[in-house]
């Protein structure tokens, strides 16, 4: 199994920035691609950003320029960068593990953009 720990959140003012980290308890971690998710009070789950394994990132239109993914596979963490934050960032953050057809999520951590 693949267990996934979030890390990092925490309370920011608007403006500010916050890093995420997700470590991965899998030893094989280079052959997954890994992923950011966030879901908002009364709202659906949505994708931030995901990377290949390769190294390669996409994102979401609504967060290009703002939040960049990376990895380190020799630490087996996955982290995502988070800058300008804006109160409607405010969310549960969720970290995302996937190969094949199989998907794995973290608990998910709260972040909160207030003033």
């Known amino acids: 199994q693949v267990q996934l720990v979030e890390s990092g959140g925490g309370l920011v003012q608007p403006g500010g920035s916050l890093r995420l980290s997700c470590a991965a308890s899998?030893?094989?971690?280079?052959?997954?691609?890994m992923g950011w998710y966030r879901q908002a009070p009364g709202k659906q789950r949505e994708w931030i950003a995901s990377i290949r394994p390769s190294g390669h990132p996409e994102y979401a239109d609504s967060m290009k320029g703002r939040f960049t993914i990376s990895r380190d596979n020799a630490k087996t963490t996955v982290y995502l960068q988070m800058n300008s934050l804006k109160s409607e960032d405010t969310a549960v953050y969720y970290c995302?593990?996937?190969?094949?057809?199989?998907?794995?999520w973290g608990q998910g951590i709260q972040v909160a953009v207030s003033s």
């Open positions: 995302n593990a996937q190969r094949a057809d199989t998907n794995y």
């Open positions: 899998q030893r094989l971690f280079s052959l997954f691609a």
